[in-house]
């Protein structure tokens, strides 16, 4: 059932019940999931890209797609789709809502070759079968925020649930943030997927178990220091089941081009008890991991039981061209390598074969990661310094199926250059509006502060600006070629005393503007005075076409000044001057020379500049 309200900014709906139909959703309406949602009995969920779908907290929405439905889901690297919490901004957990989930007909090696998932209807939650090539649908630039979760502990699954999902389903660009369970839980199936983020969940990045047999490259993982589970939090877990049987098919899947990193930046670095590993391999599993770096947990791998070390000796259990980075510092008790405690087998001398190719650091700097813990836009690049910057990654394994596997270089997710996380990852989803169509990007902020010595006419800027990685400063002096820096945090002189208007614009996704007033007092002192007289401001529509109008809220009797930029920072209307008057302004906008696009609306009042994201159809 769709139940659709036209607002007057934004239109909504309700999506709740089974989907039996084919049905396809639209961009410029913002919909809310309300309890289990099941695409069944042939039916199909077209979602285009630039959707919002929240999930009810209340009701711990979940979108589940059976092994009888379709759910198709293509955004694009400008327009993502987004499945995230109806939770307003600062108020979404992880856990907030369910997630989503694909039931398939490949093959698990659950007894009879089936299995139903907790807390769904037995029937619906159904996966598994013998259809390798089976296909569900599938995801493709899509984020995933704040799932996982459930109203019974028991019955929680992942952000994104893949149970006995088939070859035939796409699964490429997900981004998973915030999960209250697992952010990927791969059950069985022989998915392959490529692009993946999981980012501040609360149990492990990657779970795989039940005869998962696919292949997975380019992966990363992040981790909030606050958030860790009771079971242990993990990078990669895999089981070839939860009694570590022998059943078959074996959990063997490749991993290859992965950089998983925990919570722990230094010996300082204060972090949840549960953090355990940065890939826990028991239960009988055969997991196979290439290329990869694995850093900033407590412990960098266990191989746990017998079993376990019995596979790694057979070379079932792989670990190639690989690095763990784990701070072994005196004063904390991390270790590299663990096995159990009775255990005698060495996992020292099988990490280290020579054939393995394989690297140690006791420190995450000694990896020479660009900017690894960035909480806004981490750079998991190489620095040119780096010992891994020409490291070379392996291809020659037979378990990397060439027609799956893009050889690279370099090991880990990135390269020197190499960098396909783009526009369509958001590691800020809390500070993120979703209540209007079309804002699925990570918003650009521009801001700044500023460090001067008593007397003195230099001012050393500090940029504080986030999701953005260009700048253009304007110090406001008459010279325009003497008085502007593209510099991240520049310094300038001014020629003497007096007021001055600072503009910093920052480019990233979209384009912000900051402009503030400076005042520079005789006896050295500095004054930023926030004298603006408008509050946020709205679009609608938005989506527009050759329309839109602007409602902007005044506290006072005032000025403002409209201007439109497109994505590279070009202005694309001639600016708008308007009289605003106290409360509720409206000012109507003439769109009809404008392409159809994204735009940045701005704007300026007594030198304070705000924006909004505006979409042209």
Same mark, same amino acid.
């Given at each position: 059932?769709?139940?659709?309200?036209?607002?007057?900014?934004?239109?909504?709906?309700?999506?709740?019940?089974?989907?039996?139909?084919? &049905?396809?959703?639209?961009?410029?309406?913002?919909?809310?999931?309300?309890?289990?949602?099941?695409?069944?009995?042939?039916?199909?969920?077209?979602?285009?890209?630039?959707?919002?779908?929240?999930?009810?907290?209340?009701?711990?929405?979940?979108?589940?797609?059976?092994?009888?439905?379709?759910?198709?889901?293509?955004?694009?690297?400008?327009?993502?789709?987004?499945?995230?919490?109806?939770?307003?901004?600062?108020? &979404? !957990?992880?856990?907030?809502?369910?997630?989503?989930?694909?039931?398939?007909?490949?093959?698990?090696?659950?007894?009879?070759?089936?299995?139903?998932?907790?807390?769904?209807?037995?029937?619906?939650?159904? @996966?598994?079968?013998?259809?390798?090539?089976?296909?569900?649908?599938?995801?493709?630039?899509?984020?995933?925020?704040?799932?996982?979760?459930?109203?019974?502990?028991?019955?929680?699954?992942?952000?994104?649930?893949?149970?006995?999902?088939?070859?035939?389903?796409?699964?490429?660009?997900?981004?998973?943030? @915030?999960?209250?369970?697992?952010?990927?839980?791969?059950?069985?199936?022989?998915?392959?997927?490529?692009?993946?983020?999981?980012?501040?969940?609360?149990?492990?990045? #990657?779970?795989?178990?039940?005869?998962?047999?696919?292949?997975?490259?380019?992966?990363?993982? *992040?981790?909030?220091?606050? %958030?860790?589970?009771?079971?242990?939090?993990?990078?990669?877990?895999?089981? /070839?089941?939860?009694?570590?049987?022998?059943?078959?098919?074996?959990?063997?899947?490749?991993?290859?081009?992965?950089? %998983?990193?925990?919570?722990?930046?230094?010996?300082?670095?204060?972090?949840?008890?549960?953090?355990?590993?940065?890939?826990?391999?028991?239960? /009988?599993?055969?997991?196979?991991?290439?290329?990869?770096?694995?850093?900033?947990?407590?412990?960098? %791998?266990?191989? +746990?039981?017998?079993?376990?070390?019995?596979?790694?000796?057979?070379?079932?259990?792989?670990?190639?061209?690989?690095? $763990?980075?784990?701070?072994?510092?005196?004063?904390?008790? /991390?270790?590299?390598?663990?096995?159990?405690?009775?255990?005698?087998?060495?996992?020292?001398?099988?990490?280290?074969?020579?054939?393995?190719?394989?690297?140690?650091?006791?420190?995450?700097?000694?990896?020479?990661?660009?900017?690894?813990?960035?909480?806004?836009?981490?750079?998991?690049?190489?620095?040119?310094?780096?010992?891994?910057?020409?490291?070379?990654?392996?291809?020659?394994?037979? +378990?990397?199926?060439?027609?799956?596997?893009?050889?690279?270089?370099?090991?880990?997710?990135?390269?020197?250059?190499?960098?396909?996380?783009?526009?369509?990852?958001?590691?800020?989803? !809390?500070?993120?509006?979703?209540?209007?169509?079309?804002?699925?990007?990570?918003?650009?902020?521009?801001?700044?502060?500023?460090?001067?010595?008593?007397?003195?006419?230099?001012?050393?800027?500090?940029?504080?600006?986030?999701?953005?990685?260009? *700048?253009?400063?304007?110090?406001?002096?008459?010279?325009?070629?003497?008085?502007?820096?593209? %510099?991240?945090?520049?310094?300038?002189?001014?020629?003497?005393?007096?007021?001055?208007?600072? !503009?910093?614009?920052?480019?990233?996704?979209?384009?912000?503007?900051?402009?503030?007033?400076?005042?520079?007092?005789?006896?050295?002192?500095?004054?930023?005075?926030?004298?603006? *007289?408008?509050?946020?401001?709205?679009? #609608?529509?938005?989506?527009?076409?050759? &329309?839109?109008?602007?409602?902007?809220?005044?506290?006072?009797?005032?000025?403002?000044? $409209?201007?439109?930029? +497109?994505?590279?920072?070009?202005?694309?209307?001639?600016?708008? &001057?308007?009289?605003?008057?106290?409360?509720?302004?409206?000012?109507?906008?003439?769109?009809?020379?404008?392409?159809?696009?994204?735009?940045?609306?701005?704007?300026?009042?007594?030198?304070?500049?705000?924006?909004?994201?505006?979409? $042209?159809?």
């Amino acid at each position: 059932m769709l139940v659709c309200q036209q607002l007057l900014i934004a239109q909504t709906a309700t999506i709740s019940g089974n989907i039996t139909d084919v &049905r396809a959703l639209s961009a410029d309406t913002v919909y809310t999931l309300e309890g289990k949602v099941y695409i069944k009995d042939g039916g199909v969920l077209f979602i285009p890209p630039g959707t919002i779908i929240r999930g009810d907290k209340d009701s711990k929405g979940m979108l589940i797609c059976t092994k009888t439905g379709i759910l198709a889901a293509q955004g694009t690297p400008e327009q993502p789709i987004i499945f995230t919490s109806s939770e307003a901004i600062g108020e &979404r !957990q992880a856990g907030d809502w369910g997630g989503v989930v694909f039931c398939g007909n490949a093959g698990i090696n659950a007894t009879g070759g089936s299995a139903s998932l907790p807390g769904l209807d037995a029937a619906d939650g159904a @996966y598994g079968g013998a259809n390798a090539f089976d296909s569900r649908g599938g995801l493709q630039y899509v984020r995933i925020e704040y799932g996982g979760g459930s109203s019974t502990p028991a019955n929680k699954l992942a952000g994104l649930t893949l149970a006995g999902v088939g070859l035939g389903t796409l699964i490429e660009n997900v981004m998973v943030s @915030y999960s209250g369970d697992d952010a990927f839980e791969i059950r069985g199936g022989t998915m392959n997927a490529k692009y993946l983020v999981a980012n501040g969940s609360v149990d492990d990045d #990657f779970e795989t178990d039940l005869g998962w047999t696919g292949n997975i490259q380019f992966a990363a993982g *992040y981790r909030d220091p606050s %958030l860790g589970d009771a079971s242990g939090s993990n990078g990669f877990e895999s089981d /070839n089941d939860d009694t570590g049987s022998a059943n078959t098919p074996k959990t063997n899947g490749v991993f290859s081009n992965v950089t %998983l990193l925990g919570p722990i930046q230094d010996i300082f670095t204060e972090y949840d008890a549960n953090y355990k590993r940065a890939a826990h391999l028991k239960n /009988n599993t055969e997991l196979k991991i290439f290329n990869s770096i694995l850093g900033a947990y407590p412990v960098g %791998l266990m191989v +746990d039981g017998m079993d376990c070390e019995a596979n790694a000796d057979l070379d079932f259990i792989k670990v190639k061209n690989s690095a $763990i980075a784990i701070i072994t510092d005196s004063l904390v008790e /991390n270790q590299l390598l663990e096995t159990q405690l009775s255990s005698l087998w060495n996992i020292e001398s099988w990490y280290n074969t020579p054939e393995f190719d394989n690297f140690q650091f006791d420190s995450i700097s000694g990896i020479g990661f660009v900017d690894p813990f960035n909480a806004t836009k981490p750079d998991l690049r190489f620095e040119s310094t780096s010992p891994l910057a020409v490291a070379g990654a392996s291809f020659d394994d037979t +378990d990397l199926d060439p027609t799956f596997f893009i050889p690279t270089t370099y090991i880990g997710a990135f390269g020197q250059v190499e960098n396909w996380f783009g526009c369509w990852v958001n590691f800020i989803p !809390q500070e993120t509006n979703y209540d209007f169509p079309g804002t699925t990007l990570a918003p650009t902020i521009a801001f700044f502060s500023f460090e001067t010595d008593s007397g003195s006419l230099t001012i050393d800027f500090v940029n504080l600006s986030s999701s953005s990685d260009a *700048y253009f400063w304007n110090f406001g002096i008459d010279s325009i070629n003497t008085d502007t820096s593209s %510099l991240v945090n520049p310094s300038f002189t001014f020629p003497d005393t007096g007021t001055y208007f600072i !503009q910093l614009i920052a480019y990233g996704c979209t384009v912000d503007t900051f402009i503030t007033e400076l005042v520079i007092t005789q006896e050295g002192g500095l004054l930023i005075d926030d004298i603006s *007289y408008i509050g946020e401001f709205k679009i #609608f529509p938005n989506p527009a076409n050759d &329309r839109a109008t602007i409602e902007i809220y005044a506290t006072k009797t005032t000025e403002g000044l $409209i201007s439109i930029y +497109d994505l590279k920072g070009q202005m694309m209307l001639e600016s708008i &001057r308007g009289q605003l008057s106290p409360g509720t302004n409206h000012i109507n906008m003439d769109l009809q020379t404008l392409n159809p696009g994204v735009y940045i609306v701005y704007v300026f009042n007594n030198g304070i500049g705000r924006s909004e994201r505006l979409i $042209i159809q």
